[in-house]
């Protein structure tokens, strides 16, 4: 899993991962990628290094969400994770039918 560290104003560094089935930010709480994650500059070297690893975690995170009472679709689960990627619509439905 991915693991980013932030100082939170002065204290210790708080690494922003998270897990299933719920996919919450284990530092912030918020839906992960959380906004603090998505923050990182993603240049062409860094998205390509990031697609394996994430792709792997789309597919277990449309595995957990989707379903779920007022869950997202594997389509928005694709474009959470992907962020770094400008998918179209088509193309993000097009992956979480190869990831289902």
Known sequence: ????????????????????????CDACGQDWPCP??????TDAARRATLI??????TRRAIRDLRGR????????????????LPLTDEEARAIALRLR
Do not use: C, K
Not at 36 to 41: E, N, T, V
Not at 52 to 57: A, L, Q, T
């Open 52 to 57: 394996p690893e994430f792709s792997r975690i």
């Open 1 to 24: 899993m991915p693991a980013t560290r932030w100082r939170t104003r002065g204290g210790p560094p708080v690494a922003h991962t998270a897990t299933g089935p719920s996919w919450r």
């Open 69 to 84: 009472p007022g869950g997202p679709d594997p389509v928005a689960v694709v474009r959470r994770f992907l962020w770094f």
């Open 36 to 41: 603090a994650l998505r923050a990182i500059p």
